[in-house]
């Protein structure tokens, strides 16, 4: 099986010469956000002579080579992308930019280089659909998906959901002594008690964005302010938060509830627990997110970006996307994962996520203002 190409820049500046490099040499023990060089993986496409059936496999329909930018974990996409790559016959070069995604791409609009952008965050695609930077296309099978959950012009769609909870280790608290709203963060008694990322953390810029729209920029502000000041530790991201957690290092750590069913299938430090905040009457509900796809405009490789959206929307691919990282499936067809609570079952913000996106920049720029680090601590 081959493996698809990962770029990996020492500087965002690099990325094209990553790009004409890509696919020469093979990559060992790169990690998402580090690196001197440049470097990609690759292997020889082998040929399969047989199908489950017996039959000649057909050669592949497609050829040539799509650039992926994400911004969600590596070990959530890279057995989707090559799943994709052994489907279709198209190279992958992925870029895992984490935060830096969204930027670059706005970077890049005079001399486009990526032809899709995979986000953990909706407000990340619609804001960049706003600034013209993704092109619409109609997927096939798009449908599947709630008109909700996708832009007005099918440019991006979302295809996982995630929800923001505490998480909480059994040893060392009782659920009663956890919060049970996410304005209690900044209350003494919690001192030290949790983790929490940084705020530049896409799902952490989308929290905040739907808690502007509950209690206003004042109110909010001066909640990042306390919360940076009350949390235990800023980590960089949520699988640091539920290492820490699990090990009881931490009572509790505000995340995305699918890193508590991932914590829940570690062979230890997996005695957990999770509460959704704000469930009371008249109280605001846990706040949602999704994951999701977007084309680039103007991406290079326009056409395998479209097979690469009409792949992705079949309901198996959609599947694999949701369960490689424990996450709900927007598709209402799909069964989520055994231990992962529907949708459903627990009261949610009412902020429609196609909103999130017209407030996303400035939403960054109130974190930056208020006190709360913007990087780890």
Same mark, same amino acid.
């Given at each position: ?21 890509? $696919? ?17 993986? %690759?292997?020889?496409?082998?040929? *399969? ?16 080579? !799509?650039?992926?930018?994400?911004? =969600? ?34 970077? /890049? ?7 899709? +952008? ?8 619609? +804001? ?11 997927? /096939? ?20 959901? =995630? ?34 990322? =940084? $705020?530049?953390? $896409? ?20 909640? !990042? ?20 957690? %699990? ?34 009457? $008249? ?14 405009? %103007? ?21 694999? +996307?949701?369960? *490689?990282? !424990? ?26 996520? =196609?909103?999130? %996106? ?14 709360? *680090? !913007?990087?780890?601590?």
């Amino acid at each position: 099986m081959r493996k698809f190409n990962r770029m990996v820049p020492a500087t965002m500046a690099a990325v094209m010469v990553t790009l004409a490099a890509c $696919g020469e040499e093979e990559q060992n023990g790169v990690e998402e956000n580090g690196g001197d060089e440049a470097q990609s993986e %690759g292997e020889e496409v082998e040929e *399969d002579e047989d199908n489950d059936d017996g039959e000649a496999v057909d050669e592949a329909e497609h050829d040539g080579e !799509l650039t992926v930018y994400s911004a =969600r974990n590596e070990t959530f996409v890279d057995q989707w992308l090559e799943s994709f790559e052994e489907d279709t016959g198209i190279e992958v070069n992925a870029l895992h930019a984490d935060d830096n995604a969204v930027n670059l791409i706005q970077e /890049e609009s005079e001399n486009v280089q990526a032809d899709m +952008f995979i986000s953990n965050d909706i407000g990340a695609l619609e +804001f960049l659909r706003m600034e013209g930077l993704l092109q619409g296309y109609e997927p /096939e099978n798009v449908d599947s998906i709630g008109e909700e959950y996708r832009a007005e012009d099918d440019s991006w769609v979302a295809l996982s959901a =995630r929800t923001r909870a505490f998480m909480y280790n059994k040893d060392i608290v009782d659920e009663e002594d956890v919060p049970n709203n996410i304005a209690d963060l900044a209350n003494d008694e919690y001192e030290g008690e949790f983790a929490i990322t =940084r $705020g530049a953390n $896409g799902s952490m810029i989308a929290h905040v964005s739907a808690l502007r729209q509950e209690w206003g920029d004042e109110e909010t502000k001066e909640w !990042l302010g306390d919360i940076s000041e009350n949390a235990g530790a800023i980590l960089s991201g949520h699988s640091d938060i539920r290492d820490v957690v %699990g090990q009881g290092e931490f009572a509790f750590g505000l995340v995305n509830n699918y890193y508590y069913h991932q914590q829940l299938e570690e062979p230890d430090n997996n005695n957990v627990g999770i509460v959704y905040p704000d469930q009371g009457e $008249g109280e605001m509900g846990a706040v949602l997110n999704a994951a999701g796809i977007g084309m680039i405009e %103007g991406a290079p490789n326009e056409e395998n970006a479209q097979v690469f959206m009409d792949w992705a929307l079949e309901e198996e691919n959609q599947r694999e +996307f949701s369960y *490689d990282s !424990l996450e709900v499936p927007i598709n209402p067809d799909i069964e989520p994962y055994d231990e992962a609570a529907s949708i459903d079952d627990y009261e949610t913000h009412d902020m429609p996520l =196609r909103e999130l %996106g017209e407030v996303w920049e400035d939403t960054r720029e109130l974190i930056e203002d208020s006190d709360m *680090d !913007l990087e780890i601590r």
